[in-house]
């Protein structure tokens, strides 16, 4: 059974900070892995995707990188901004369904 | 931008009475699915539903649980007595298809109560 796991839990930088959040998970066997950033109380909005077959994906600011065979995922965010401030999640998609981290509740201090 | 819409935003219920939240994914999506989050916890994977029947469901989805593809455009997750630990946000996704380039897209989510 697959488990992701996000860390750190939560983590607060000063603004202008470039930062990493983990996701790991243990099974390899996936379809892909998709990156989302939850508000408070809000839905979840898709951030970047990357293909079980690909290594990075970039979108703006955002960075993610793969390594299938390790289990491993990272959001890289560049020059962070206080409306950056929200939890990440990392799910990842098997073959029968998708499977989420706890997530990383990010503060970008002014 | 197209966008999954969900109704309603909150709905409020008493233990043992049925709910049906609805869900309009985007139109030309042809997967749509079910997840929960309980209060604090992970968001969990419910039901996926592809050419009007149930393509993968999880444990969580017991026979309390169904969906519905009603008409055209909705897509609908109904329980028929609910419990105190139904209590949670239900979001409903879409996607264009199972390929790997495809991302799954959510609504805003429905917070139930059960009291």
């Known amino acids: 059974k697959q488990e992701v796991t996000q860390i750190p839990a939560a983590l607060s930088v000063p603004e202008g900070e470039n930062l990493v959040l983990n996701c790991s998970f243990t099974d390899s066997a996936i379809y892909n892995l998709q990156w989302f950033r939850q508000d408070p109380g809000k839905g979840l909005t898709s951030l970047l995707l990357i293909q079980s077959s690909q290594r990075e994906q970039t979108s703006g600011r955002l960075n993610a990188s793969l390594d299938k065979s390790s289990g491993r995922s990272t959001l890289y965010i560049a020059a962070s901004q206080p409306g950056d401030s929200a939890t990440y999640l990392c799910a990842v998609r098997g073959n029968n369904d998708m499977r989420f981290g706890a997530g990383t509740r990010l503060t970008v201090k002014p | 931008e197209p966008e999954v819409t969900q109704t309603p935003s909150h709905q409020v219920t008493q233990m043992g009475q049925e709910v049906i939240l609805r869900c309009v994914p985007i139109s030309n999506h042809l997967y749509f699915y079910w997840y929960r989050q309980i209060l604090g916890q992970k968001v969990e994977f419910l039901v996926s539903f592809y050419n009007n029947e149930i393509s993968e469901k999880s444990e969580i989805f017991d026979d309390q649980f169904s969906v519905e593809r009603p008409d055209g455009s909705n897509f609908t997750l109904k329980i028929r007595s609910t419990k105190l630990e139904d209590s949670a946000m239900y979001f409903c996704?879409?996607?264009?298809?199972?390929?790997?380039?495809?991302?799954?897209?959510f609504g805003p989510g429905t917070r139930l109560t059960v009291l």
């Open positions: 996704a879409s996607s264009e298809s199972w390929r790997e380039a495809d991302e799954q897209f």
